[in-house]
């Protein structure tokens, strides 16, 4: 049998997590295989440490889908009967998969409410507060020993070995020049904080403005690096649960060079730097009800100057999309119909 590189031994852990989560071993082979067919499959898996923040974000979403049937003993079963979030906060602490960052960003919480679900869980097992760092130890070993063997182990490898592969052939790396291009992007939207004293009084909802205003805050390591067209990002977005991104026909083929989320007055907005030809545009993509945004006829653009920057938005059911580079009004009409949207 091969081993697994040591870089991939976070494979074992999701592994270990499946297995606890759907509570058998037909559904941990299940939801491990398809989470790594995943993300091999997704734009950003040659950048290890998101690849492998996104394996056990994809590995959890389909665990819980799976119809649990319970093989498993003792104290891992106990845990396997606690309520989510908290068993999956517990049993990632446990395991020391994520850090508390990533663990917090991926069940969705604050460094607070971490610390409230470890709590719920210890209650809802029992388990005494005193000695939290053997218990800790001593859980993660009763994990291990209840889900992993030899069987485990290689298809665990043989996962270690596509994602090596699929990573030595992935066109997407820190070098790659995707990762330039967004920084290129980046500095073609410095000046957008003067959009929402220069904008107003113009046909784009001031909502909007202060949105692009936010985007503008952008820094280049914000932005996880990508190569794939505007309209290849569905799946990216699928897995991260954003439901508002619709790329009109004619803008799906632009070059997409990189991809991050903020909130904006709790709202998840989604920010894509593409890169035509030496020309950097953002896409924003945002809900339109949540913000109170409302624009009419649907699929129609309004665009708007401000200062040096051209912006134009539109609407599609709950999808807004916003476009912006540094231009003209007439530069943002034209590329538009060049695009069939005019």
Known sequence: MSTAPEEFGFLEKG???AFLLTGCRAGAEKVFQESVAE???????GDLDRAKFLFFSALRRRSLRYPAVCELTGLVASLHRTEEPARSALALTAQGALSRSDLRTLLDTDKRGLENLLSRARQQMGAPTEDEGGRLT?????IV???TDEGARMIISQAAEEIHAHRSGSKISGRNPATIAVGVAFLLLIGLLAWRFIAQGVDVPEEAVNIAT??????????????????????WF?????????????LEDLQAAGVRFFQF???QIAQIAIVDGE???????????????????????????????ALAIRQEGEACLMISFQGTKEEMQAFLRSRGQG
């Open 265 to 267: 007055e709790g709202e």
């Open 279 to 309: 020309k950097g545009r953002f896409f924003i993509a945002f809900p339109a009800t949540p913000l109170g945004i409302s624009i009419r006829p649907e699929g129609t653009w309004r665009i708007t100057q401000a200062g040096k920057y």
């Open 214 to 235: 936010e985007a503008g805050k952008a820094t280049e390591d914000q932005f996880a690096p990508v190569e794939t067209q505007a309209g290849g990002l569905a799946d």
């Open 15 to 17: 592994w270990q997590l």
């Open 138 to 142: 001593s859980l993660h070993k009763d």
């Open 238 to 250: 699928a897995l991260k649960g954003f439901e508002h991104f619709h790329i009109p026909p004619g």
């Open 39 to 45: 993300v091999n499959s997704h734009p950003s898996a």
């Open 145 to 147: 020993s209840s889900t």
